[in-house]
T-cell receptor, first 108, second 117 residues
Framework: QKEVEQDPGPLSVPEGAIVSLNCTYS??????FMWYRQYSRKGPELLMY????GNKEDGRFTAQVDKSSKYISLFIRDSQPSDSATYLC????????FGTGTSLTVIP | KAGVTQTPRYLIKTRGQQVTLSCSPI?????VSWYQQTPGQGLQFLFE???????NKGNFPGRFSGRQFSNSRSEMNVSTLELGDSALYLC????????????????FGPGTRLTVL
């Protein structure tokens, strides 16, 4: 079992939709959780960084961590075609563990 | 401020050969981590260097090795290449990297695409 599991999708939504991306993790000791966005032929870039449980909002993006169920979520409001990318969740214990990524396409 | 740079961007090798990849971190960053990215396994941690010392290591065979220089630039070497080593190799830099149970923000380079024939 991988430390962080992520539904690979692909996910295709119309412009303006609310997108929900989800991951689960196995190690209750993880305290730091991240979401990265990766465009084709580029390295991942950090979107959101959360410590422990709770919500964090940044513009159209909201990251949510539920430590009781070991669940990590990223919500994108008013999705735009420029949001089309692969989204990676990650958790940090003694090292970084990444999900395999969810490919998102936002259709104009 | 310049971002993380990796050279070369693309590389084709044959089985049994060895390869060296290079990473220049963001100026002032002392930590460099290396990752392997494949469609099936996703991003997997290889190792982290901080101030020329390997601080952490993932679950990869000894054919994968690295080093860091005094200017924080890092190299990764893979010996006796196998077909399964074909992947995107990413390096990430951060100011302080990972400490005991904590971490700071990583910035990724564009990666080196390695193809093993």
């Amino acid at each position: 079992q991988k430390e962080v599991e992520q539904d690979p999708g692909p996910l295709s939504v119309p412009e303006g939709a609310i997108v929900s991306l989800n991951c689960t993790y196995s190690n209750s000791a993880f305290q730091y959780f991240m979401w990265y966005r990766q465009y084709s032929r580029k390295g991942p870039e950090l979107l959101m960084y959360t410590y422990s449980s709770g919500n964090k909002e940044d513009g159209r993006f909201t990251a949510q961590v539920d430590k009781s169920s070991k669940y990590i979520s990223l919500f994108i409001r008013d999705s735009q075609p420029s949001d089309s990318a692969t989204y990676l969740c990650a958790a940090f214990g003694n090292q970084f563990y990444f999900g395999t990524g969810t490919s998102l396409t936002v259709i104009p | 401020k310049a971002g993380v740079t990796q050279t070369p961007r693309y590389l084709i090798k044959t089985r049994g050969q060895q390869v060296t990849l290079s990473c220049s971190p963001i100026s002032g960053h002392r930590s460099v981590s290396w990752y392997q990215q494949t469609p099936g396994q996703g991003l997997q941690f290889l190792f982290e260097y901080f101030s020329e010392t390997q601080r952490n290591k993932g679950n990869f065979p000894g054919r994968f090795s690295g080093r860091q220089f005094s200017n924080s630039r890092s190299e990764m070497n893979v010996s006796t290449l196998e077909l399964g080593d074909s992947a995107l190799y990413l390096c990430a830099s951060s100011l302080l990297g990972t400490g005991t149970g904590s971490t700071d923000t990583q910035y990724f380079g564009p990666g080196t695409r390695l193809t093993v024939l």
